[in-house]
């Protein structure tokens, strides 16, 4: 069935918006994938706050010209489904890498996360980008050891004080 303008400017405006909140996206080709297959990776993109949609290339390229993601522009050809990871920068390849286990018809082609066009190849690099409840528990691990010793000095200040006090009022 054919767009009319009003639809297709639509499109690109919902999927301006939806790349501009996006921290990385993912194509991958999805030919010869049947009706439930697509609705079961859909299903698996709502839980892993992935923005997944099927849209027009020609489409996609004007809603993402303006955004930090146009360098995926050159990898846009073909029957592509696009996922768009709004909460974790690895969530869109990491749903499309374990669906990819049990589906050969799904294909990643290009990945970006604002800093160049990836291919195919990388999709485990980025999969395996942490969540934002990962990263920080990863930086707190850091400063375990750092804020031990600077709780247990500030917990020694008040001994230490005490017995300066107490030489200070014998002197007197």
Do not use: C
């Not at 069935?1 to 993912?26: C, N, P, Q, T, Y």
């Not at 004007?62 to 920068?89: E, M, N, Q, V, W």
Request: hydrophobic share 50%.
């Amino acid at each position: 069935m054919a767009l009319g303008l009003v639809a297709k400017k639509e499109i690109v405006a919902e999927i301006s918006d939806v790349a501009s909140r996006a921290l990385s996206v993912a194509v991958a080709e999805y030919r010869g994938m049947g009706v439930g297959e697509l609705t079961a990776l859909r299903v698996k993109a709502r839980e892993q706050g992935v923005y997944l949609r099927v849209i027009r290339n020609t489409l996609a390229k004007r809603a993402l010209a303006d955004s930090k993601f146009a360098d995926i522009d050159p990898a846009l050809t073909g029957p592509l489904i696009y996922g768009f990871s709004i909460d974790a920068p690895g969530a869109a390849a990491r749903l499309f890498k374990d669906f990819a286990k049990g589906n050969n018809k799904l294909n990643v082609t290009a990945l970006t996360i604002g800093n160049g066009l990836m291919g195919p190849e990388k999709l485990d690099a980025v999969a395996s980008l942490p969540t934002r409840d990962e990263a920080l528990a990863q930086l707190l691990a850091t400063f375990k050891a750092p804020v031990g010793k600077f709780v247990q000095t500030i917990n020694e200040i008040p001994s230490k004080f005490v017995r300066v006090l107490a030489a200070v009022k014998d002197t007197k």
